[in-house]
């Protein structure tokens, strides 16, 4: 296949996903009443100032436990979208840097509800509306990758490959004076599966995941099968970490079709990293490097990126470490109603 019918096949996915988008903004109908979901034990307000999500899943409401009055976010999707491998990871780990699932309700009807932890903002809206420049400053950014490095330890830990690490999914909880960081969470495994060792099943090789933030090796089954695993999420890592320290994706849509046309071919050599703004810390330019690896065998590991992390994180004052943190797990696992 040459680069003229590659560009075409990678402009299908970008416009693909850019018409989904385009088609859930015009989608604005509320019913602005009020919803009870589980028998009454949770609630939200269906209307535009209560949904602080939406995206090809559905929405996101802001919710109430009825039980308590303590705030929650109520993922409203289709019942027919319901995954039993997104319940299966959410149900699997536990830590506090994932997004926490309380409670699932399938209804009779076409509707199911995923009631989850609130967070504050996603990765995205932090950076388009409280940054000047799209950038993290060098706090916030310790803060983030610390936590996201955290949780995704506990996913490797499970066997899980989320595979669509991205800015939309990452939740953040402010601190208590305004829009710093406080906790930095990993979101939404719709996508995400699980590794068994002897799964006929288990190798990954279909194109799966958000366009920008892609591993080489997935957009190179464009072209033709390529087997991947954790990998494709180190490099959507690098890819997310190189954006809060420069503001902008490491690479546009021409670059990336060039790169995965070289993965598929095994023209590694022809890969040019992408540089970070000049005054980088030359740790953290070391380690989105690393990241950034063409050829996935080249890349950190998920233990050697945690530890990377952690030990250029632990430097900063206001490092959250597992001990230190102050979340408290209740020890409750997520229970399915189905009526």
């Known amino acids: 296949m040459d680069n003229s019918i590659m560009k075409l096949n990678c402009n299908r996915a970008v416009k693909s996903e850019h018409d989904d988008s385009a088609s859930l903004m015009a989608e604005d109908s509320f019913?602005?009443?009020?919803?009870?979901?589980?028998?009454?034990?949770?609630?939200?307000?269906?209307?535009?100032?209560?949904?602080?999500?939406?995206?090809?899943?559905?929405?996101?409401?802001?919710g109430f436990d009825i039980s308590n009055s303590l705030p929650v976010a109520i993922k409203k999707i289709a019942r027919i979208d319901v995954k039993p491998n997104e319940l299966k990871v959410m149900k699997s780990v536990n830590s506090p840097f994932l997004v926490n699932l309380i409670d699932?309700?399938?209804?009779?009807?076409?509707?199911?509800?995923?009631?989850?932890?609130?967070?504050?903002?996603?990765?995205?809206?932090?950076?388009?509306?409280?940054?000047?420049?799209?950038?993290l400053s060098n706090n916030d950014l310790r803060i983030l990758m610390d936590n996201v490095v955290r949780g995704y330890k506990a996913l490797y830990n499970c066997c899980i490959v989320h595979r669509d690490i991205k800015p939309q999914n990452i939740l953040i909880k402010y601190g208590?004076?305004?829009?710093?960081?406080?906790?930095?969470?990993?979101?939404?495994?719709?996508?995400?599966?699980?590794?068994?060792?002897?799964?006929?099943?288990?190798?990954?090789?279909?194109?799966?995941?958000?366009?920008?933030?892609?591993?080489?090796?997935?957009?190179?089954?464009?072209?033709?099968?390529?087997?991947?695993?954790?990998?494709?999420?180190?490099?959507?890592?690098?890819?997310?970490?190189?954006?809060?320290?420069?503001?902008?994706?490491?690479?546009?849509?021409?670059?990336?079709?060039?790169?995965?046309?070289?993965?598929?071919?095994?023209?590694?050599e022809a890969y040019e990293k992408p540089e970070l703004p000049a005054g980088t810390d030359e740790e953290v330019e070391l380690i989105v490097s690393s990241l950034l690896e063409i050829d996935s065998n080249k890349r950190l590991t998920p233990l050697?990126?945690?530890?990377?992390?952690c030990t250029w994180s632990s430097r900063g004052a206001s490092c959250i470490s597992d001990d230190a943190c102050s979340y408290q797990s209740d020890d409750r696992r997520a229970s399915i109603t189905y009526v």
């Open 31 to 62: 019913s602005n009443e009020r919803v009870l979901v589980d028998y009454g034990n949770y609630e939200y307000r269906d209307n535009a100032s209560s949904c602080i999500g939406r995206g090809s899943f559905g929405r996101v409401f802001r």
């Open 104 to 135: 699932v309700f399938i209804s009779s009807g076409d509707s199911a509800y995923f009631i989850m932890e609130l967070c504050d903002i996603d990765l995205e809206q932090h950076l388009k509306y409280q940054t000047s420049n799209g950038a």
């Open 176 to 268: 208590p004076l305004g829009c710093e960081f406080q906790t930095a969470k990993i979101s939404d495994f719709g996508i995400s599966r699980i590794l068994s060792e002897g799964d006929e099943d288990g190798a990954l090789s279909n194109v799966a995941g958000t366009f920008y933030y892609m591993a080489p090796e997935v957009g190179a089954n464009i072209l033709k099968t390529c087997e991947y695993d954790y990998q494709v999420d180190i490099w959507s890592l690098g890819c997310l970490f190189y954006q809060c320290i420069s503001g902008q994706v490491p690479f546009d849509e021409c670059a990336l079709c060039r790169i995965f046309l070289y993965a598929a071919c095994g023209n590694y």
């Open 304 to 309: 050697e990126v945690y530890a990377a992390v």
